[in-house]
C-alpha cells in the first residue's frame, strides 16, 4: 500500500482552517487564537505548532528555513526541515535574508528581519499567566479582563526574593497595551527585537492547540518596573571565539582541555556569514 | 573559499534511523502484518482506540512499524489521521442495535436475556501457557475444525440485537430517573479544540481517545478515595454495532435514507453510581446516577474506567483532581503526554543559558566568571 501525501502534508481543508486561526491572530496582536491543531509526523513539544503554520502557508515560492536552538544543522532543525522539503518539495536555506519563511525554535535570528519576511516561532506554552493560574478557563478571563496583576505580583516577588527577575528566557510581553503575550522561550535578549518588527511574526503551541501573532510594526513592551528595568542577559566583554562578534546572543561552552569557558555566538549562519565576510576582506586586502 | 556550516545533524539523523531498522530486522525475521492482525486483538483494539482511528489493517502495520511500542503505534496513526479530510459525520450509533458478542451486568444476577460470558480472560488462569511456544497454523486449524464440531457451526458473530439495557429495567422500577435525551448536535474536538466548561460530548470525546494506563489510574484515583462511592457495572457489552452515514444529496432528515457503511467492534460500560436526591420539603432520597464508558474494540477496563470518570467530571467538585476537568482531560491524551515527555530531550541550552544568567545575577557575591574561573560553569552544567 502506497500512500501519496498531499503537498504541504495537511488536505487543503486543515490548511484553510488553520490560515484561518492565523489571520485572526493577526487580527487581533498578541491574542491567543485556539485551534484544532493536528497531530503530526514528529511529536508533540518538538514543533508541531510551528510546523502547522509553516505548511498551512508555505507556497511553491517560497523558501524555509529552520533554526532550532539558533542552529540551522541542530538535529530537531533538521528533521523539520527534511519533513517541509518531502511533502513540498520547495527550497530551503540557511541564510536568514534569503528565506521568506523561517521556523524557530527559542531564537529570533541576529540579522535584521525585513518586510515581507515571515517568522514562525515554536511555543511549548502559549499561556503567559499558567505560571499562578493553572486553568484555562481563568486565565481566558484575565486576559478578557486585562487583569495582569498576577503577572506583576510575580516579577515583583521574583525582586523580593531574589534581588532581580529570574524569569529566564520567555520574559512577558505587552502586546500593542493590550495583551500580555508569552514571546515563547526565547531569551531576554531578543525580546526587542520583536518591537516594531518589519517582519510578520506567528507563533504556534501545537500541543496547547493555540496560534498567535505579532504583526509587522506592533508595540512590545517586556514586562518591568520603573525601578527595575527589564535587563538581557548579559555578555559583557564577551566576543564570538569563531567570528569575534560582540553583541549577539552567546553559547558558553567548555572547553575540555584547557578547563575554561569560551564563547561562540548562538546563531549559526550568522557567525558564518560574518567569518566568510572577514575572510573575504582579508583576501581582497592581501591582494 | 568560505566557510561551511558543519553538516553533523544530518548524518546523525540518517544513521540513527537506519540503527532502528537494525534493531526491528536484525534476528533475520520480519512480523508479517496479516498475523499481526491475527493475533494482537487485544493491542490492536488498545491502538485503535487511542488513536481514535478504526483500521485494524492500519493498526498492524502501525505496531510492526513501531516494533510493539503502543505510544508510536498511536502516534503513527493519528499522524496519518491528520491527513484524512472529514468527508462525513455518521448518524447516531444506536448501542441497543450492537449485535452482542458478550454481556455482563453486576448489578443483577439475573438479567433479562442473561448474563453472557463471551471471550473473557476475566476467569483464565494466569499461567503461561507453554505449549504455545510451538503453536502452529496447522495446530489452529485443527483446533478450530474441532470447536466447530462441538458448536454444530462455526460461531456466529454476536447475537440479534434483542437484549433489553439493565439501564431500562431500573428506570422501570423508578429506581433511576429517565435522563432526558440530549440531542444538541456533538462538538468535536478534533476539528475545534476543547473550551472550558467543555460539553459533555467534549468530555466523552477525550475520555474515549485517552491513553489506556491514565485513564485507568485516575479512575482507580476516584474510587480509592479522591471522590465517589464504589460504583457497580450495570452492563458492560462488547458487540458490533452498525454505521450509517446520511445521503450526502439527500436532506439528511430520514434515517431510512441513510446509507449503511460497515459495523464497528466496541465496548460499553454504563456504571451506577447511588446519589443523592433532593425531595419536596427538604428531605432527600437515593437514587442511581449513571456513568458513561463506549471504547472503539474490547476495552473493557478502559471502558469501566471512563464511565467512572465521566460521572465524576459531571460532579465537578474541583477539591478533587478527578473532578476537575482540566485536569483529567487536558492530560490523558498519549500523543500529547508522550510528546511533551520526550521534548525535554531536545537542547535547551538557549534557555538553560538564559537561566544561567538569571542564576548568577542572584548570587551577588558570585561575579560573571572570568574565562578562567568556569567552576561554577561546572558545577551548574552538573
Ligand atoms: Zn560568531
Redesign the pocket.
Known amino acids: 500500500m502506497q500512500i501519496n501525501y498531499n503537498f504541504a502534508f495537511f488536505d487543503e481543508s486543515s490548511k484553510r482552517e488553520i490560515r484561518r486561526a492565523t489571520l485572526k491572530a493577526i487580527a487581533v496582536p498578541g491574542y491567543q487564537v485556539p485551534f484544532a491543531s493536528r497531530e503530526m509526523p514528529i511529536a508533540r513539544g518538538w514543533g508541531t505548532g510551528g510546523l502547522q503554520l509553516t505548511l498551512s502557508l508555505v507556497g511553491l515560492d517560497d523558501i524555509v528555513k529552520v533554526i532550532d536552538q539558533g542552529s540551522d544543522e541542530s538535529v530537531n532543525a533538521v528533521s523539520i526541515k527534511k519533513l517541509v522539503q518531502n511533502t513540498t518539495d520547495i527550497r530551503t536555506t540557511d541564510e536568514t535574508a534569503k528565506a521568506t519563511l523561517i521556523q524557530s525554535r527559542h531564537r529570533v535570528p541576529e540579522i535584521p528581519l525585513r518586510a515581507g519576511q515571515i517568522l514562525v516561532l515554536q511555543v511549548p506554552m502559549p499561556e503567559p499567566l499558567r505560571m499562578y493560574e493553572p486553568r484555562e478557563a481563568e486565565t481566558k478571563k484575565l486576559h478578557a479582563e486585562k487583569e495582569y496583576s498576577g503577572a506583576w505580583l510575580m516579577l515583583f516577588e521574583q525582586i523580593m526574593n531574589y534581588g532581580s527577575m529570574t524569569t529566564g528566557a520567555d520574559h512577558p510581553v505587552m502586546v500593542h497595551d493590550r495583551y500580555v503575550m508569552a514571546p515563547s522561550p526565547i531569551p531576554k535578549f531578543d525580546n526587542a527585537k520583536l518591537n516594531s518588527s518589519e517582519a510578520l511574526i506567528l507563533l504556534g503551541a501545537g500541543r496547547e492547540k493555540k496560534i498567535y501573532a505579532v504583526p509587522p510594526y506592533t508595540k512590545v513592551v517586556s514586562l518591568d518596573f520603573e525601578d527595575y528595568p527589564f535587563e538581557t542577559e548579559s555578555f559583557e566583554d564577551r566576543s564570538?571565539?569563531?567570528?569575534?562578534?560582540t553583541g549577539?546572543f552567546?553559547d558558553e561552552l567548555y572547553d575540555d582541555a584547557s578547563g575554561t569557558a569560551y564563547f561562540?555566538?548562538n546563531?549559526?549562519s550568522?557567525?558564518?556569514e560574518?567569518?566568510n565576510e572577514q575572510s573575504w576582506r582579508e583576501g581582497a586586502e592581501s591582494r | 573559499m568560505g566557510y561551511v556550516a558543519v553538516k553533523g545533524g544530518t548524518l546523525a539523523i540518517e544513521e540513527s534511523l537506519k540503527r532502528i531498522k537494525f534493531e526491528r530486522t536484525k534476528q533475520g525475521k520480519v512480523l508479517d502484518v496479516t498475523r499481526i492482525e491475527g493475533g494482537m486483538r487485544g493491542l490492536i483494539d488498545q491502538i485503535m482506540s487511542e488513536s481514535s482511528l478504526y483500521d485494524e489493517t492500519l493498526a498492524a502495520l502501525a505496531i510492526k512499524q513501531a516494533e510493539g511500542s503502543p505510544e508510536e503505534a498511536v502516534f503513527l496513526l493519528r499522524a496519518y489521521r491528520s491527513t484524512l479530510p472529514r468527508k462525513h459525520y455518521s448518524r447516531a450509533v444506536h448501542t441497543r442495535e450492537m449485535r452482542v458478542e458478550r454481556r455482563i451486568s453486576a448489578s443483577f444476577k439475573d438479567i433479562p436475556g442473561g448474563q453472557i460470558l463471551g471471550a473473557s480472560v476475566d476467569y483464565s488462569h494466569r499461567l503461561l501457557d507453554f505449549d504455545l511456544m510451538h503453536e502452529t497454523d496447522e495446530d489452529a486449524a485443527r483446533w478450530l475444525e474441532a470447536f466447530a464440531g462441538e458448536l454444530g457451526s462455526f460461531p456466529e458473530a454476536g447475537r440479534p440485537p434483542e437484549l433489553m439495557k439493565v439501564m431500562d429495567y431500573l428506570i422501570e422500577q423508578g429506581l433511576m430517573i429517565s435522563p432526558a435525551d440530549d440531542n444538541t448536535e456533538p462538538d468535536d474536538v478534533t476539528r475545534r479544540s476543547i473550551t472550558f466548561p467543555a460539553s459533555r460530548s467534549q468530555k466523552l470525546q477525550v475520555l474515549t481517545r485517552g491513553q489506556t494506563g491514565t485513564v485507568t489510574s485516575l479512575a482507580y484515583a476516584v474510587i480509592r478515595g479522591y471522590g465517589v462511592s464504589h460504583p457497580t457495572v450495570g452492563e458492560l457489552r462488547v458487540g458490533r454495532v452498525p454505521v450509517c452515514i446520511d445521503d450526502p444529496l439527500g436532506s439528511g432528515e430520514d434515517a431510512e435514507d441513510s446509507y449503511y457503511i460497515g459495523e464497528i467492534k466496541v465496548t460499553e460500560a454504563e456504571m451506577l453510581m447511588s446519589a443523592a436526591v433532593a425531595k419536596e420539603q427538604g428531605g432527600k432520597e437515593l437514587s442511581f446516577e449513571i456513568g458513561y464508558g463506549l471504547c472503539y474494540g474490547q476495552n473493557e477496563t478502559k471502558a469501566i474506567a471512563m464511565g467512572i470518570l465521566d460521572h465524576s467530571l459531571e460532579q465537578g467538585d474541583s477539591r478533587f483532581p478527578t473532578q476537575d476537568q482540566e485536569f483529567v482531560l487536558y492530560h490523558i491524551d498519549s500523543v500529547e503526554s508522550t510528546g511533551f515527555m520526550s521534548h525535554l530531550k531536545l537542547p535547551h541550552y538557549v534557555t538553560f543559558q538564559s537561566k544561567m544568567n538569571d542564576v548568577r545575577k542572584t548570587k551577588t557575591t558570585v561575579t560573571t566568571p572570568k574565562a578562567d574561573e568556569t567552576e561554577e560553569v561546572k558545577e551548574l552544567c552538573k
Open positions: 564570538c571565539r569563531l567570528c569575534g562578534s549577539v552567546m561562540q555566538c546563531d549559526t550568522y557567525c558564518l560574518r567569518m
